[in-house]
């Protein structure tokens, strides 16, 4: 072996010796090439996404063709405060709107997507002076509520009022909602609140509003033994 090729191997060590920390800044992803073929597009899975305080994300860009993957991502938030980044990795920090984007380093492709981090879907009920219950059977494009996978929420507008949760009596499934309101069911203003009801897919990161409302009347809806039904 020459002097010359014992030189470009020991530099081709020395590279790929620097190659972990080149590609361990913030917002980098490290993906591999394939230099016989050349993506012409790169897009993310959808135009807006919905997570909640707390969560974290992963996003993965998919390239056309289908079969290539190619060099490194570079990914920024348009608001850290809300949003903040990690390679692909997104941290939800407060409620708002984030724009998120990602560029190819290697072919200048890019796409981007919005972020809306919502308040966590906890029961709030107990923040309002009057309430009102629901006790339902909720179905799910045919399939029975799952809290494993997903969330309930009562809403008057896209103010949070209160939180589905799974309850059993005598071995029957059934949800519970506690529902609050800043308003008495007789108003001297003649104000009306109307709920509607939402669920959210935690690993779709998206939700869905149910078509059935309750006008708010501090009554009980449902009982134990005949359900209101809440269905899509």
Request: charged fraction near 20%; charge should be negative.
């Amino acid at each position: 072996m020459t002097k010359i090729q014992i030189m470009k191997k020991n530099i081709y060590k020395a590279l790929l010796a620097l190659l972990p920390f080149l590609t361990a800044s913030c917002g980098l992803m490290e993906m591999d090439e394939q230099a016989d073929i050349v993506a012409t597009q790169m897009s993310l899975q959808r135009d807006t996404l919905y997570t909640m305080v707390g969560d974290r994300i992963e996003l993965t860009p998919v390239f056309t063709p289908d079969s290539v993957t190619v060099g490194d991502v570079l990914w920024t938030s348009s608001a850290d405060s809300v949003l903040s980044v990690s390679n692909n990795v997104f941290t939800a920090l407060s409620e708002g709107w984030a724009l998120v984007r990602a560029v190819s380093v290697m072919r200048h492709l890019e796409d981007s997507c919005r972020v809306c981090v919502m308040r966590r879907w906890n029961s709030t009920a107990r923040e309002y002076p009057y309430e009102m219950m629901v006790y339902a059977r909720v179905t799910i494009h045919g399939q029975p509520f799952n809290p494993e996978t997903m969330m309930l929420g009562a809403f008057v507008g896209d103010e949070m009022r209160g939180a589905g949760e799974l309850m059993e009596w005598k071995e029957r499934q059934y949800v519970r909602f506690r529902i609050g309101s800043d308003i008495a069911y007789y108003d001297p203003d003649g104000i009306e609140e109307t709920v509607t009801f939402r669920v959210y897919y935690r690993q779709e990161l998206r939700y869905e509003t149910f078509p059935q409302t309750i006008g708010f009347d501090g009554e009980a809806h449902g009982t134990l033994s005949s359900l209101f039904e809440i269905y899509n």
